[in-house]
């Protein structure tokens, strides 16, 4: 694969803090690092019981939106 890689912040469970990954550029979207694999999705459920979903959609808008409200 030929996608440039960037490590991002840490990726928390919400409700408990365990750490789900990091987010990593891949392309031009923000993806999911965990352990050795990088997902685009993911629908979990946390060890805590806590519902964790992620989408690179989800959070390329999430930036936009934060960009726009800092601008």
Known sequence: MSE???QYDVVKCPNCGRIKGHYRQVGDQIWLARDDEVVRVLR??????ER???MASEKRLDDLLERLKNA
């Open 4 to 6: 440039s890689q960037a």
């Open 44 to 49: 979990s459920v946390c060890a805590c019981g």
């Open 52 to 54: 964790f979903d992620f």
